[in-house]
């Protein structure tokens, strides 16, 4: 017999910020498949007795690939357990959670999907960005930016983006010279507000402001590093008047 798989969205960090049906998910399982950026506080609510499986991904250091994580969340649910995919953000903006979907639908496994607040929209929220404005931005593109044409995986289109009035890059710091770059070649003002964000919604936030032109240098003078957003957009401007969450006393503003 088989149970359950919740495929559950954990958000972006700060652990207030899971929904209540994630809580009960977590509360209900009997086996955890975890990621890297899941809130550690967030597996303290799960029952005694409860297997917990690493899933977190690395540069350079890897928990259990993709196929893998198929393979335990099938077998798992085909033993009788109820379980929990419990990924950072949203499992389905770049968590591959239609994958595993497909995967637990072709075993003929029931699953739920539970949608999670995603870094794209929260990260800006803590450092006083709204990712629209009626005075500055009425369209907002999330994209994930580690593509590089000379890899050939740049699949990004830079003409569209360069028209949208917020863009946010997911995984992107190591490529930013890349990003912006492009985003000037297709016709963004060099001098368009940039707020990158490191560890988003947490205790660890710090937001850096410069522009399209100078961002990739503040990122190396200032050490950023993943998980970290990078906004793009005027509406990076109302930072000034409406930031509100207190970070680190390092950051720079």
Not at 161 to 175: E, K, P, Q, R, W
């Amino acid at each position: 017999m088989s149970a359950k798989v919740f495929i559950v969205g954990a958000g972006p960090g700060d652990p207030k910020l899971l929904t209540i049906r994630g809580l009960e998910c977590i509360q209900q399982a009997d086996v955890i498949l975890y990621d890297r950026l899941v809130n550690p506080v967030l597996l303290e609510h799960a029952k005694k007795n409860v297997e917990f499986i690493y899933c977190g991904k690395e540069p350079g250091k890897h928990g259990l690939i993709q196929d893998e994580i198929h393979r335990v969340l099938v077998e798992k649910a085909l033993a009788g357990h109820t379980v929990l995919r419990l990924k950072g953000g949203d499992p389905f903006v770049f968590g591959r959670g239609a994958e595993e979907a497909a995967v637990l639908r072709e075993a003929n496994i029931d699953y739920e999907i539970v949608p999670g607040i995603t870094a794209g929209i929260a990260a800006p929220a803590y450092a006083g960005i709204p990712v629209t404005h009626r005075d500055h931005a009425t369209s907002f593109a999330i994209v994930t930016g580690h593509g590089r044409a000379e890899k050939g995986n740049d699949f990004l289109n830079w003409g569209a983006l360069s028209h949208i009035d917020t863009v946010a890059f997911y995984m992107s710091v190591g490529n930013i010279e890349h990003i912006t770059a492009r985003l000037i070649e297709h016709g963004k003002r060099s001098e368009t507000p940039v707020a990158v964000i490191e560890w988003g919604t947490t205790d660890k936030q710090r937001t850096i402001i410069g522009t399209l032109e100078t961002i990739a240098k503040q990122i190396e003078q200032e050490v950023i590093q993943n998980p970290a957003m990078i906004l793009v957009g005027d509406v990076v401007n109302v930072r000034e008047d409406i930031k509100w969450f207190i970070e680190k006393e390092h950051q720079t503003c």
